[in-house]
């Protein structure tokens, strides 16, 4: 039986008088993982923060895990990396990943191999000692991503995760995504990467609050008569 670990239907958001998200229904199902692509200012981490429980929905119903969010006994059960880094400069990269991994519940006895294998992931191994205050954007980009991913979560959520990250460890990252995927974890990533988004299970084209495009990647490209996500994202804004 299938999973289902994010389930949002018609969800619906406003900030004063601007309407964010008018009718937003997507799910992402463990061993899937779902890209929402979008524009700027579409509501990709719109849809993300009122599924989380950081913004209030006004209308539709969210649920993660089963659970209207936020709940923090699910908190370690997920993987959240937002557009913005939320780092303690003060401290080394390897004590950033000690303090979220507690925070997250990793057990103390797991935790110096699980940040040993978060950082391989992102290459950031020889940096580990390093303060964060000396890191540079894409460095602390990396180290966000690793702290999602530490404590083998159920569900991962992650904003622009690969922005400022180089082709060959995009690569890599997207290795281990689609590792996790195949023992059944679920994941919501949003990205400006076209190509990113073929490397998904399905896609959701969020424009002006919508769901206008939603399936398996090679079904829009047939549904749209094109070769690539691009060219559908292009023909369903109604620029080519």
Do not use: C
Not at 209 to 230: C, F, H, N, R, S
Request: hydrophobic content about 45%; aromatic content about 4%; proline content about 3%.
């Amino acid at each position: 039986m299938t999973t289902r670990l994010i389930d949002l239907k018609h969800l619906q958001k406003k900030f004063s008088k601007q309407t964010v998200l008018a009718d937003v229904s997507l799910h992402v199902d463990a061993g899937q993982i779902l890209g929402l692509i979008g524009p700027s200012g579409a509501g990709k981490s719109t849809t993300i923060k009122t599924a989380l429980g950081m913004e209030v929905a006004d209308g539709g119903e969210a649920l993660v895990l089963a659970t209207h969010m936020p709940n923090r006994a699910l908190l370690g059960q997920i993987g959240y990396m937002a557009q913005d880094d939320s780092l303690y400069d003060a401290l080394t990269g390897e004590e950033n990943l000690r303090f979220f991994g507690r925070m997250k519940g990793v057990k103390k006895d797991a935790l110096t191999a699980d940040i040993a294998h978060v950082a391989d992931v992102v290459d950031l191994t020889p940096d580990l000692k390093k303060r964060v205050s000396g890191y540079s954007g894409g460095m602390r980009r990396r180290l966000s991503l690793a702290i999602a991913l530490l404590g083998d979560p159920e569900l991962l959520v992650l904003d622009e995760p690969t922005v400022g990250i180089d082709p060959a460890l995009r690569r890599k990252i997207w290795h281990e995504l689609h590792q996790l995927r195949d023992a059944g974890r679920g994941v919501l990533i949003t990205t400006h990467v076209m190509d990113e988004a073929e490397l998904t299970d399905e896609v959701a084209l969020l424009l002006d609050g919508k769901v206008m495009a939603y399936d398996a990647p090679a079904k829009l490209e047939a549904q749209y008569q094109v070769k690539t996500i691009e060219e559908v994202f292009l023909k369903a804004e109604g620029v080519a």
